[in-house]
């Protein structure tokens, strides 16, 4: 399925490479940036048992989604708390959307909020704070 997961994009998706070891075993990661959107096509590594999404291959996901805001590449905000709501299951082949928006910035605090969906289907929110690594405040 490796092949498969670099057709059928939506526009606007370009590869991001997850940094460091366990970053590098989960991708690929695609983002499109000008949306505040992320995305993955769930693959063998991603799956439970019955091929569906692993829940912590979607929190993986979702703790990622931060990058989205980052505005230099050697940036890292290290998750202080994260929440995920999952609402459906997604399977193997499916490509999983997040988008993204930061609800507050501040010095030391970046509050961000995904929306995960499957085509149009919502099937995990979440809510992540992450400590501020120059994400200018607003």
């Not at 082949?93 to 149009?120: H, P, Y």
Request: aromatic share 8%.
């Amino acid at each position: 399925m490796r092949d498969e997961q670099f057709v059928a994009l939506p526009p606007g998706y370009e590869l991001w490479v997850m940094r460091g070891g366990f970053g590098e075993l989960f991708g690929p990661v695609y983002m499109d940036r000008a949306n505040s959107r992320m995305a993955f096509r769930v693959d063998r590594q991603h799956t439970n048992p019955v091929e569906g999404l692993h829940g912590g291959a979607m929190a993986t996901f979702i703790d990622a989604n931060i990058a989205v805001c980052y505005t230099r590449p050697d940036m890292h905000c290290p998750t202080i708390n994260l929440t995920v709501d999952y609402m459906r299951p997604a399977k193997r082949g499916d490509l999983v959307e997040a988008d993204v928006s930061m609800l507050r910035v501040t010095k030391n605090l970046v509050f961000m909020q995904s929306i995960v969906r499957v085509g149009e289907t919502p099937i995990a929110r979440a809510n992540g704070v992450y400590r501020n690594d120059g994400i200018p405040a607003r």
